[in-house]
């Protein structure tokens, strides 16, 4: 990669990221009047100023910015105005961005190191670095920030008594807490380096010393003095077997000063819980505080103005609940999901329980969704979909048409194997955007997927016909969440919608893609069956007939469909 690859975010930008494309003679006025300067604010930094066309798709920017900065595309976000941009062939107008405002981009937070010089004389540069950069690339930093005053010949790296190789990466540097690196520039001065939260200091000084580079992750939000205990609205709920152990687990662990470790991804706060021995992962923790745009959220996005959150229909601090909903609804083949069982639903959702975390932050404790670790072999981002089963990909998908989910993206499926032949089973994690107020932000990532378009399977069908959404409804409501009208009626609907769709033999394909709108300006089908039930019953009318509205009108755009 070239040098240029760098996130270099100091605060006098090198230059505007241009738009680079073949240009249409015959009409260049218009392709000039569409380009506009935007600017992308990325955690930590200061902005970068990116030239684009208001036709510019959302994933030609993101691909400009994976080659000028580096960040792979399948690992960034952009948050525009409250809204992820997560429609990668929607194009930049359609989402309103316009000139002069601002991107947010969420990327890896380990990915990136900040690298701050300074020079004996007190003058002070800062840099960026990707963990993925090695020694080699630090110097030529150093060197081209430095105005030439490290001349890029002259500089060693000293570590243990050695000098470090060029090709040596940045993340093995960090690696082992407590290594101290010198950093020697011609014989007399050195850069002393520190690792301070994701930030890895070098400061050049005039006399050598050793210093400690210290590998830890980035960790912020839960600290030391943390307890854990589950929240249960209802006195009358059990928790399961299981998901005691889970909390308890953690606690052990907690005690024993194993701290949680903040995730690398997502764009909200997560923590790994450890165990007692700190080898293993056994809880996700997602406190509420630090969800997208809420006030904590740790990946730097804006709070929200108007309390919506990144999916349209959701609200900043119910991501939690919403997790904990997605696993109570997961009803096991044989059932529904009782309080004291840890029968693994039909999708196959970790056991995931709401938990009071005590920290030393200003409040003192923490609430988020506490959801069990899963081993996995990483995501469906990380392989094409062919591999996997027919099964895997189908239930699923019944998940997330019962659940209308808004960010059924594939980094949100862990891939596991299983049994002596490595089968791969696929796992649903991330469900703090199910159950919206409306089907605007509906998007599921199977649904391009060959799988998608075979019918469901008997035992699929068997279990479809058993769904009962008012059953559902009342179930969440013991647990302690009473569904807004609107999340209910979205419920509701896309039950009905998966129930009628598979009894007419549609597919997962079929019925998702009057779920999901084709493009974002486009209402989807579900959309219009809504609007038009809305527009044939009178204001006031109950609740029942208005569904009986739906159904209606949905039967008789099925039966179009099927003929
Ligand atoms: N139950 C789990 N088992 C194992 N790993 C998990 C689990 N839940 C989450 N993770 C890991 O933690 C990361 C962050 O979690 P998650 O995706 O739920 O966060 P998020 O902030 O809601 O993300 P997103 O930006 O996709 O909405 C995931 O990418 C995944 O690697």
């Known amino acids: 990669m070239s040098s240029s690859g760098i996130a270099a975010l100091s605060p006098l930008v090198d230059r505007v990221l241009s738009p680079v494309r073949f240009v249409d003679q015959s009409s260049p006025v218009q392709c000039q009047s569409e380009s506009i300067l935007i600017f992308l604010a990325v955690p930590g930094s200061s902005v970068i100023p990116m030239r684009v066309l208001e036709s510019d798709s959302i994933s030609s920017v993101k691909l400009r910015i994976q080659s000028s900065k580096g960040f792979v595309v399948k690992k960034q976000k952009l948050v525009f105005d409250g809204r992820e941009l997560a429609r990668n062939e929607s194009r930049v107008r359609d989402y309103g961005v316009s000139d002069g405002k601002v991107l947010h981009l969420v990327i890896r937070l380990s990915d990136l190191r900040l690298i701050t010089v300074k020079t004996a004389c007190g003058k002070k540069f800062r840099f960026h670095v990707e963990c993925n950069r090695n020694v080699g690339y630090i110097k030529q930093q150093i060197a081209k ?7 890029l010949g002259k500089q ?17 540097l960090c690696k082992h807490k407590d290594a101290v690196i010198h950093l020697l520039i011609r014989k ?59 909390v308890r687990s953690a606690l052990t662990g907690l005690e024993k000063g194993n701290l949680p470790v903040m995730s690398a991804e997502g764009s909200g706060g997560a923590y790994f819980m450890q165990d007692e021995s700190g080898l293993k992962y056994v809880a996700v923790f997602k406190p509420i505080d630090e969800e997208p745009m809420a006030e904590n959220n740790p990946r730097g996005l804006p709070l929200s103005l108007d309390g919506e959150g990144l999916k349209r229909g959701t609200r900043v601090g119910e991501g939690a ?56 072999y990483g ?81 699929t069908m068997d279990y479809i016909r058993s ?77 029942n007939a208005f569904l009986e509205a739906v159904a209606e009108i949905m039967d008789s755009q099925l039966s179009e469909l099927t003929l």
């Open 145 to 151: 920030k430095g105005d030439g005053f490290v001349d």
């Open 156 to 172: 060693r790296l000293i570590c243990n008594g050695e000098e470090l190789d060029d090709q040596l990466i940045v993340n093995d």
């Open 188 to 246: 007399s001065a050195k850069i002393r380096s520190r690792h301070v939260d994701k930030e890895f200091e070098l400061s050049v000084a005039a006399k050598e010393e050793p210093v400690v580079v210290t590998g830890e992750p980035p960790n912020r939000g839960v600290e030391a003095r943390t307890l854990i205990e589950p929240v249960v609205a209802n006195p009358n709920v059990e928790l399961s077997p299981g998901i005691h152990e889970m």
């Open 321 to 376: 609940y919403r997790e904990v909903a997605a696993y109570v609804l997961d009803h096991p083949v044989n059932g529904r999901r009782s309080f004291n069982s840890d029968e693994i639903g039909f999708s196959g959702v970790p056991p995931t329980a709401m938990v009071r975390c005590v920290d030393g932050g200003e409040k003192g404790f923490k609430i988020g969704s506490f959801q069990k670790f899963v081993k996995n």
């Open 379 to 459: 995501s469906c981002e990380d392989m094409g979909p062919r591999a996997f089963p027919v099964e895997e990909v189908h239930k699923i998908a019944v998940l997330d048409l019962r659940l209308a989910n808004a960010d059924r993206h594939a980094g949100n499926m862990l891939v596991c194997k299983e049994g002596e032949d490595g089968r791969f089973v696929l796992v649903p994690i991330d469900h703090g955007y199910c159950l919206p107020e409306n089907f605007e932000d509906c998007t599921f990532e199977w649904l391009y997927w060959p799988q998608a378009r075979q019918p469901f399977n008997s035992e």
């Open 467 to 543: 769904l009962d959404a008012d059953e559902d409804i009342n179930l969440l409501k013991l647990y302690g969440w009473e569904l807004s009208l609107e999340c209910s009626r979205t419920l509701r609907i896309s039950t009905m919608l998966l129930k009628k769709g598979a009894a007419q033999g549609l597919t997962p394909y079929d019925i998702g893609s009057i779920m999901c709108r084709e493009t974002l300006k486009k209402e989807s089908k579900i959309e219009k069956i809504v609007r038009e039930a809305k527009d044939a019953v009178l204001p006031g009318t109950s609740e």
